[in-house]
């Protein structure tokens, strides 16, 4: 399994909004933009070597965690289950009760520019 999920991501995470930007099949990596309420804060997640997805291409996020694929069989029997043990599976939960997936060995996130990061006065 990767390495854990990165503390800023988790930081103010409920209720923010997460779409889809990019999809590279080349590198196999998928970029999603992550709009936080709180904050207020915009950054970029970045999976790494990605083997499944599924995800919506737009949904309000309520958590994410980070489990072993052996996990994945709760979530989605009809999915395939041979990843290899450096891969995890990015549960997301949205703010309606559903459950999204990414399965990768990495993930990344990065501050935008833009972000005040809770600042007064910031703009």
């Given at each position: 399994?990767?390495?854990?999920?990165?503390?800023?991501?988790?930081?103010?995470?409920?209720?923010?909004?997460l779409?889809?930007?990019?999809?590279?099949?080349?590198?196999?990596?998928?970029?999603?933009?992550?709009?936080?309420?709180?904050?207020p804060?915009?950054?970029?997640?970045?999976?790494?070597?990605v083997?499944?997805?599924?995800?919506?291409?737009?949904?309000?996020?309520?958590?994410?965690?980070?489990?072993?694929?052996?996990?994945?069989?709760?979530?989605?029997?009809?999915?395939?289950?041979?990843?290899?043990?450096?891969?995890?599976?990015?549960?997301?939960?949205?703010?309606?009760?559903?459950?999204?997936f990414?399965?990768?060995?990495?993930?990344?996130?990065?501050?935008?520019?833009?972000?005040?990061?809770?600042?007064?006065?910031?703009?």
């Amino acid at each position: 399994m990767g390495g854990s999920l990165p503390k800023e991501l988790l930081r103010n995470l409920a209720d923010s909004t997460l779409e889809i930007v990019g999809w590279n099949p080349t590198s196999a990596s998928l970029t999603l933009r992550l709009i936080k309420e709180i904050g207020p804060e915009t950054g970029t997640i970045r999976f790494t070597d990605v083997s499944h997805i599924n995800l919506p291409p737009r949904t309000s996020v309520a958590g994410i965690e980070q489990v072993r694929p052996s996990a994945l069989m709760s979530i989605c029997p009809g999915c395939p289950t041979d990843y290899d043990d450096e891969d995890s599976v990015y549960l997301i939960h949205d703010s309606w009760g559903g459950r999204y997936f990414v399965v990768a060995t990495g993930i990344e996130y990065t501050l935008d520019g833009s972000s005040c990061g809770g600042q007064i006065g910031c703009r």
